[in-house]
């Protein structure tokens, strides 16, 4: 089936840290690939994208390249504020039925 | 372009009661999506709609849940009876086509149902 396996949390970090949050799926086909993000008492939304191969979507200093050998669709910033601090959700689109599917979410804490 | 709008923001109420969720989407999506969030989780799909049919509702637990988007643009979606572990964040989305779906959905706020 298609899944998405995201790094469990919560992970916590102090400002200007580097983040990663990994990301794999599995998937037949060419999936799209998202990172959703949702801050505190916030709706989700749509951070960064990729729909295919080698794309690297960013947005707001975050990162994440589409690596179909590996399957993975990790999320980095270099240096992470307080702000930053939320939920994090890889998310794909099958490329056969266009249904949005999740991982689990990772939240992130980042201190002063 | 406005969101898309959802009511109410959160809801309490009894186990065994019903309730009822509004969606309006951004105008001009033609698809519809609910989701639930249950804390901890992420969010799973409970019904896509395309206009005013229903594509997908799979995953709907059709003994309690129902949902229906009459005229093609908002939609509402119904528990009845509640049970404890309908507790959730319960989401609408929408997409302007599925076909540009890899574009990504625009959620709503959700609406936050805690059951008691």
Known sequence: GNSVTQMEG????SEEAFLT???TY????????FWYVQYPGEGLQLLLKATKADDKGSNKGFEATYRKETTSFHLEKGSVQVSDSAVYFCALIR???????????????VRA | EAGVAQSPRYKIIEKRQSVAFWCNPISGHATLYWYQQILGQG???????????????SQLPKDRFS??????????????????????????????????????????SGTRLTVV
């Open chain 1, 26 to 33: 599995t998937a037949t086909g060419y999936p799209s690939l």
């Open chain 1, 21 to 23: 949050i990994n990301c």
């Open chain 2, 43 to 57: 969010p799973k799909l409970l019904i896509q709609f395309q206009n005013n049919g229903v594509v997908d509702d």
């Open chain 1, 95 to 109: 490329s056969n039925d266009y249904k949005l599917s999740f991982g689990a979410g990772t939240t992130v804490t």
């Open chain 1, 10 to 13: 919560p992970v916590t970090l």
């Open chain 2, 67 to 108: 949902a229906e988007r009459l005229k093609g643009v908002d939609s509402t979606l119904k528990i009845q009876p509640a049970k404890l572990e309908d507790s959730a964040v319960y989401l609408c989305a929408s997409s302007l086509d599925p076909l540009k779906a890899n574009y990504g959905y625009t959620f709503g």
